[in-house]
Nanobody, 125 residues
Framework: QVQLVESGGGLVQAGGSLRLSCAAS????????VGWFRQAPGLEREFVAA????????YYGDSVKGRFTISRDNAKTTVYLRMNNLKPEDTALYYC??????????????????WGPGTQVTVSS
């Protein structure tokens, strides 16, 4: 069983930056892809970014391309999400999740089986 724990959220002004971390344990880290999703109140959970087991393949949702960067440190069993030029519409609860399924790069939530509890990001205008 995998445990995922997000950290690094907080309150930031528009235009600012944050780096989220997703610390993993319980399964060999290099056997799965990791994705970041977010959910704002009243909205569907949205795909943000994903990275394959080696870190060589990354994918982003359209709303964050060019502003967010996903990376992973397999020695530390941690995935990061660097968020630059934050906007008020980026305000949400951010989750990381793992996938071993084909199609993980399409941002399909059903292909991710273990999720962390989330970390809140609030961007003020």
């Amino acid at each position: 069983q995998v445990q995922l724990v997000e950290s690094g959220g907080g309150l930031v002004q528009a235009g600012g930056s944050l780096r989220l971390s997703c610390a993993a344990s319980g399964q060999i880290f290099t056997t799965y892809a990791v994705g970041w999703f977010r959910q704002a109140p009243g909205l569907e959970r949205e795909f943000v970014a994903a990275i394959n087991w080696s870190g060589l393949r990354t994918y982003y949702g359209d709303s964050v391309k060019g502003r967010f960067t996903i990376s992973r440190d397999n020695a530390k069993t941690t995935v990061y999400l660097r968020m630059n030029n934050l906007k008020p519409e980026d305000t949400a609860l951010y989750y990381c999740a793992k996938s071993e399924k084909t199609g993980w790069d399409k941002g399909i939530r059903a292909l991710y089986d273990y999720w962390g509890p989330g970390t809140q990001v609030t961007v003020s205008s």
